[in-house]
Each structure stands twice: as C-alpha cells, then as structure tokens.
C-alpha cells in the first residue's frame, strides 16, 4: 500500500469514528428530549400523601404516594396504603394541598399484597393537575419507563425521579417488574411510560434493585366503577368495565425497535478525572473515590488538587494507581463531609476537571447524568430531584440524657447509664446550667445547641446536682438507627455511615456504592455536576452540587 492511501484510509477510520461518536451523542439527546418531556407531563400530578384527621387538623399516619388522573380529583394509589371511607391529606408538587377520601380496594386475603389496587377521590372543589391514564396490556418489555414519587426517608415535599426499563410486562403474580428502583413512602407512585402516561403504581420490592413490582393499570381501568365505592373488595368486583383499546399500541412496538429509545450510554471515561484513595481507618486500611481537580497558579503553573468524603478518609492517604503521589490535606469542611487534598510528586496525574470550567447552573429533573468512578468506569442514570436541604438524623450526636419538657431551669429528667451523660454522672433531677460555656436557661434552648455538634465531638457539660456544681467534658455518641430486614434496607455495598445533615444536596439513582463517594457527577456533554457524598438510600444518592464544591476549594486557597 502506498504511503498516501494508507494516510487516506487512517483518516477515514477517524472520521468514522468521528461520526459514530457524534450519531451516539445524538441519540442520547434525543432520548434525554424524550424523558423530559414525559416528566414535564406527569410530574405535576404525583401526589405526597397521608392519613389525616380533619377535625383535631393533623396527620395520623405515614406518607405514601399517589396520582391524580382526572380533573375533578380521582387518584390511583396502592390498596395497603389506605382504608375505604377514612381522609387523607393530598400534597401537589406545585404547592397545592388538600383533603381526599379512599374509596373502592381490592385486596384478597388468600393472596396478601395481591392485586392492591386502591382508589381515592379529592372532596375539596377545584380544577386538579392529572395525568393521562396509559395502558397495560400494550407494554412492551425493555421500554423506558419513569417513577415520580416521594420515597419516605427522605421526607421532602418535592417527590424524586427515577428511570428504568419494564423489565416484565406480566410476571406471574400478575404485577409489572420495573427497573425503577422502589422503598416504602413510595407505595401506590405511579410508574409513567415514555409518552408521560400511568401505566402502572407502585407496590413491592424485592432485595435485588431491580425486582420492583407495580399494579398494572389497566385494573384500575377494569374495576373503574367498582373502585368508587368505599368498598374493601376480597375478590375481583364482579362489575367490570372495558379496558379499551390502545390507541398508541402500534406506536409502541415500531418505537420499540428504534434506537432513540435505547441509546447506547459510553462505559468508559476519555478522560480521566476520578482517583481511588486508600489510607488507615481504625487501624484497617480503606478505601474511597475522589475528584481529580486541575488549577493554574499565578505563574501559570498547573497545580492538582482531589477532593473526596471526609468521614471516609483517614491517616496516611495514598493514591492506589500512583503510590508515589504525596497527598496533604488542605481543608476540610464538616458540616459537608468534604476534604480537600493537594497532589505532589508525580506529573503522571493526566486529565482531570479544570477548576476554571466548573460553571453553576441548576440542573432540571429528568437530564441523563453519568457517574465516572475508578480507573474511568462510566455508569448512567437521571438527575432526579430538585436541590434540598437534608436535617440530621443518623448523624445526630447522641448525649443520653433527657431533659423535663418546658422546664425552666433545665432538668434532666431520664439519663441512661451507658451514655456518655449516665458515664458522666449526671442524674434525674440535676439540673443543666451550660453547653461549652453557653448558657443554657430552658429545656427548649438545649437540644437546638446540641445539634450543632457531630457524634465523636467533645463537649463540656456544667450541671449542678444538691451539693456541687460540676463541668466536665464529654465525647458525644452516634445515634444507633434501628434494624430492619425490610428488602429496601438490603442494599449491595450498604448505606454511608455519613448520610444527612447537609445543607445542599441534589438526589440520582445512578448506581454508586458507599465506597465509591467522592467520584465526580456529569451530564451528557461532559458538564461537571458536582460530587458523590453519600448513598442515602435504595433508591437515592446524594451529590453536593458543583457551586458548593466550587466555594470549598475556592476558599480553601
């Protein structure tokens, strides 16, 4: 071959690949205008509810979810959810509340969970957002599909977004298997096909991530008349309605076969900007992900920078892939479990985020995100909600002592032995007088000051009994969460020991194990998003957005 047609032929492979990776993206962009859509239809309409008593005006049992598909008011919701003829409270996502009252459920006792269909109905006058009612029997396996609900450990007003495939239009319980991932507080969410339409609400789950079990809804389309009687069903009613027929069937199966629908999502990095980081936790060696960040100095020097999970990192932190690296801590921030450490030693740290690059604009639901973990493993998922505050829970410092309500001054008035308050000696009856020198002058004042510390912080207590007046300090404990063998607390890789009290946090359902926090958040053109800090639930992990880890390092000079 002579030396110009070998020049031709390399440039013509290149401009194939070119081309390829170009008709790639594409397809992602189309599929991603395709999901937005269809969350701009049906988000409005997915519900937050619970139990309500209407004369003392308060809640009386636990949230769960639901949809409105008409204007005046009928909401499809899970059987296990509601009792007929009993109210709830209706939560829109625009703001909107108001009273409903479940009507009609089918629940056969010799088949528990089985088919849980349940239907309530808005008694409050207006006009409701709804979402269009789609149909079961025309799924067709593999199809995108989406969930819009309010999954109860997060307890936030705004519900979250997650993206699967119906992975079983039928499996042989009668129930849709979806990849959307499920835990309670979502029971009786609707599951949406691609076109924004209910075709199925949420009911069970099983340990793996993607035994996720809906109601199809062409039940709730059968039993439709049934259903708004405030009636517990054992069987199937008697009184059925027809179903119809698809109008979109036919679209459906040729759509299915189209590209646009499945995209096929890179697996690996081009450019590597995620970094596995091991050091000494308790004496046993551990190991997280962290940022690779890039910044030119004033001379216009490149220095490089990581950024990773602070509760994960420990003493002597080495990088596995450049055990010649030096890695110092520069800063750290606590109340974001974020750590910044500078990289010396070594110019083999290629690629990486430029500092410069990382802009702050909000993300919208429903934008396909990539998650970069080691050695440039690539994995999908959707931007699934909105930017929210998350208060201490599991992360609450725990003292073992409480004090007698609305006393003034401050009394303890239950102490358990094996706290550190019961290790202290402080005892029923004490009174409290400050925390680390902050006076404390009512019971109420005392657990707000308490909160602004972390389990492993030392406080000094000054209490005084009938014959002293005592300070001493104290190490704070961690609140132990209880147990629970419920499937959606069996996740792989389990959950971050650090998962709450952060001021600003967005929620994906990209699958990110506990051990690969720190590892760098994009959206399909490359964009820095921001950075893994917890995986908070089943269904959820929570990434600190790019503005925030921006002002850390920004500060942190």
């Not at 899970?78 to 009507?103: M, Q, R, S, W």
């Not at 995108?144 to 039928?170: F, N, W």
Request: proline residues 5%; aromatic residues 8%; contains cysteine.
């Amino acid at each position: 071959m002579k030396p110009y047609q070998f020049r031709i032929k390399i440039l013509m492979v290149l401009l194939l690949i070119g081309f390829n990776g170009y008709a790639q993206k594409k397809k992602l962009q189309q599929f991603e205008e395709i999901v937005s859509k269809a969350v701009q239809k049906s988000y409005p309409a997915s519900v937050r509810i619970w139990s309500f008593d209407v004369k003392l005006d308060q809640r009386t049992g636990n949230q769960f979810s639901g949809v409105v598909v008409t204007a005046d008011g009928y909401i499809l919701t899970a059987a296990h959810t509601t009792v007929p003829g009993k109210n709830y409270k209706v939560f829109f996502p625009d703001g909107k509340e108001c009273i409903a009252i479940a009507l009609g459920r089918i629940d056969n006792p010799t088949t528990p969970g089985m088919p849980d269909v349940g239907m309530m109905k808005i008694t409050d006058q207006g006009i409701w957002p709804f979402a269009e009612m789609g149909y079961s029997h025309s799924l067709v396996a593999g199809q995108p599909c989406i969930s819009i609900a309010y999954p109860e450990s997060l307890d936030q007003k705004l519900p979250t977004l997650r993206l699967g495939r119906v992975a079983e239009v039928k499996n042989e319980y009668g129930f849709i298997r979806s990849t959307c991932k499920m835990e309670p507080g979502d029971s009786g969410g609707p599951l949406f096909d691609y076109h924004g339409r209910v075709i199925g609400l949420h009911s069970a789950v099983d340990v793996g991530e993607d035994q996720n079990f809906e109601i199809p809804v062409d039940l709730y389309r059968n039993y439709w008349t049934a259903l708004q009687q405030q009636t517990t069903y054992l069987d199937f009613p008697k009184q059925k309605d027809s179903i119809g027929k698809d109008p979109l069937a036919n679209t459906l199966q040729k759509e299915s076969k189209q590209q646009k629908l499945h995209p096929k999502f890179d697996t690996q990095a081009d450019k590597l900007s995620c970094v596995a980081i091991t050091s000494t936790v308790q004496s046993a060696q551990q190991q997280i992900l962290a940022t690779l960040f890039n910044q030119k100095d004033s001379n216009g020097a490149k220095r490089q920078f990581l950024v990773t999970k602070l509760s994960m990192l420990g003493d002597n932190p080495e990088l596995v892939t450049y055990p010649n690296a030096k890695l110092s801590l520069v800063a750290k921030d606590r109340e974001n479990d974020v750590a910044l450490l500078a990289v010396s030693g070594t110019d083999d740290l290629r690629g990486g985020i430029n500092l410069s690059e990382v802009s702050t604009t909000n993300v919208a639901m429903g934008k396909l995100i990539y998650i970069e973990k080691e050695r440039g493993k690539l994995v999908s998922g959707v931007y699934g909600s909105e930017i929210f505050n998350l208060p201490k829970n599991s992360s609450r410092p725990y003292l073992g002592a409480m004090l007698k309500f609305n006393s003034k001054p401050a009394l303890f008035s239950l102490i358990n032995p094996e706290s550190p308050a019961g290790k202290a000696g402080i005892k029923v009856g004490d009174e409290l007088l400050a925390l680390n020198g902050k006076v404390i002058e009512k019971a109420n004042d005392f657990a707000p000051a308490l909160l602004n510390y972390w389990p492993d912080d030392e406080i000094n207590l000054t209490w005084k009994n009938d014959t002293t007046t005592l300070t001493k300090t104290l190490v704070l404990a961690g609140v132990k969460m209880g147990s629970s063998n419920h499937p959606a607390e069996r996740i792989t890789g389990g959950k971050s020991g650090r998962r709450d009290g952060f001021a600003k946090v967005f929620a994906h359902d990209a699958d990110v194990k506990a051990a690969e926090c720190g590892s760098p958040v994009f959206d399909l053109n490359g964009k820095f998003l921001g950075i893994n800090i917890a995986r908070f639930s089943r269904i959820a992990t929570l990434a600190l957005p790019a503005d925030l880890i921006l002002q850390f390092v920004n500060g942190s000079k």
